[in-house]
């Protein structure tokens, strides 16, 4: 009996150039949405107004965070979490709109 093993990719998966290009715009997204916290003055007051909360106060409490270094490193890892989850939101929907329209 003989066997082949021969592998052949199927058509479900994904190329390494997709994969690239997916993380490159994912990248420019996160870099895009967190660049808007600088210049679109609106959502610099919305995140000033989030830091400045009683719910985010107590986070540094439970981190053990007193410096003013500190704050700041923990607001941005704030900011940089939220527009990565968001780029990836919309990664993720106009990949399904894309998906959608094919079929």
Same mark, same amino acid.
Not at 36 to 58: C, L
Not at 63 to 72: K, P
């Given at each position: 009996?003989?066997?082949?093993?021969?592998?052949?990719?199927?058509?479900? &998966? *994904?190329?390494i150039r997709t994969t $690239?290009?997916?993380t *490159?715009?994912?990248?420019l997204?996160? +870099?895009?949405f967190?660049?808007?916290?600088r210049? +679109?003055?609106?959502i610099?007051? +919305?995140?000033?107004w989030?830091?400045?909360?009683?719910?985010?106060?107590?986070?540094? %409490?439970?981190l053990?965070?007193?410096?003013?270094?500190?704050? &700041?490193?923990?607001i941005?890892?704030? +900011?940089?979490? *939220?527009?990565?989850a968001l780029?990836?939101v919309?990664?993720?929907? *106009? $990949?399904?709109?894309?998906?959608? %329209?094919? %079929?």
């Amino acid at each position: 009996m003989k066997t082949t093993s021969s592998i052949t990719p199927s058509s479900s &998966e *994904v190329s390494i150039r997709t994969t $690239l290009l997916r993380t *490159v715009s994912l990248v420019l997204l996160t +870099i895009v949405f967190a660049a808007s916290v600088r210049f +679109i003055k609106p959502i610099g007051h +919305i995140v000033t107004w989030v830091a400045g909360t009683e719910a985010w106060q107590s986070l540094y %409490r439970v981190l053990g965070i007193e410096s003013g270094l500190g704050r &700041e490193q923990l607001i941005l890892t704030g +900011i940089m979490v *939220v527009c990565f989850a968001l780029a990836l939101v919309v990664q993720t929907g *106009v $990949l399904f709109a894309l998906e959608m %329209r094919r %079929r």
